[in-house]
């Protein structure tokens, strides 16, 4: 335990002083900033605003940061040959993958904390979307009151790390068959059908009406093309359930068996693609 503890500090320190890992942070960062005088030019509610180019950036850049580094981390230990100064110690392949990817998981936390406290320092420069909370002693005087986040935003959080870190482990589990230009391509391309797939498989769903008190089939897709779809939205994990950026925008609580369900599917991808690539990182020649 402690060798994967020391493994997953080294990573994350590794991870955190990258050029790329602050490349990612401070272009979401100045983002996020900005999306405060871009609220200041609509008329429509600009809390509103603040809160959905705010958690895009929050979502899209914690993403880039789980794909490109997700990649890398692994890969270029073994092209750099650095990965024999480690495995080469009494410590085990699987101990080595445990430290770099939970490091890695780390840096995504990490980062995901310090978007949200600058998206939160800007909500109450614009005094918007923050919630009193109060605590008194038994006078009014020593009242106190300091504003937090709603619920629905810290569930946003939440979810983006737990999606950040279901596509890093997408993206290290292909890093451990291809390169790493191919892995990075892949990884999108995952998560770019994994917010698409609901949507398809919705597109693709018989179409019927009642005619003279009888449901009929007006219009169905083709059958092959049907199969291929729910295929797709079977297999492939789906990314959308992890937005909730609508919810987080008119202030909605979520459920708390709706966040256990996303939390259990998010932990049951990670946990398979990790255990895919342990078995693969176990028998791979690194000479």
């Not at 996020?32 to 895009?56: H, L, P």
């Not at 929050?58 to 230990?77: L, P």
């Not at 909370?133 to 946003?156: E, M, T």
């Amino acid at each position: 335990m402690k060798k994967i503890l020391y493994g997953t500090a080294y990573s994350f320190k590794e991870i955190k002083n990258s050029k790329i890992f602050y490349s990612f942070l401070i272009f979401a960062l100045i983002l996020i900033s900005g999306s405060y005088f871009v609220s200041q030019t609509s008329f429509i509610n600009q809390g509103r605003i603040m809160v959905d180019f705010s958690i895009f950036a929050i979502s899209i850049f914690n993403i880039f940061i789980g794909i490109f580094i997700g990649a890398s981390v692994v890969y270029d230990d073994i092209e750099k040959k650095s990965v024999f100064l480690t495995i080469t110690r009494p410590l085990k392949r699987t101990e080595y993958l445990i430290g770099r990817f939970l490091g890695l998981a780390s840096a995504i936390i990490f980062s995901t904390i310090i978007m949200m406290l600058i998206f939160y320092a800007v909500l109450l420069i614009m005094h918007k979307f923050i919630v009193p909370v109060g605590y008194s002693a038994g006078n009014v005087k020593d009242k106190f009151i300091f504003y937090s986040l709603p619920q629905p935003l810290i569930i946003q959080a939440l979810f983006i790390i737990m999606e950040s870190i279901f596509i890093a482990a997408a993206a290290l589990l292909f890093s451990l068959i291809t390169s790493k230009a191919l892995a990075s391509i892949f990884a999108i391309l995952v998560f770019f059908i994994g917010n698409i797939s609901g949507r398809m498989n919705d597109l693709i769903m018989p179409v019927k009406k009642i005619i003279n008190g009888k449901i009929v089939i007006v219009h169905q897709a083709n059958h092959i093309l049907a199969a291929i779809v729910h295929f797709i939205y079977t297999v492939l994990p789906n990314f959308s359930i992890f937005n909730i950026s609508s919810e987080a925008a008119y202030k909605v609580n979520i459920s708390a068996g709706a966040i256990f369900y996303r939390i259990i599917y998010g932990l049951s991808y990670t946990v398979l693609l990790f255990i895919i690539s342990s078995l693969i990182f176990a028998g791979k020649d690194i000479s």
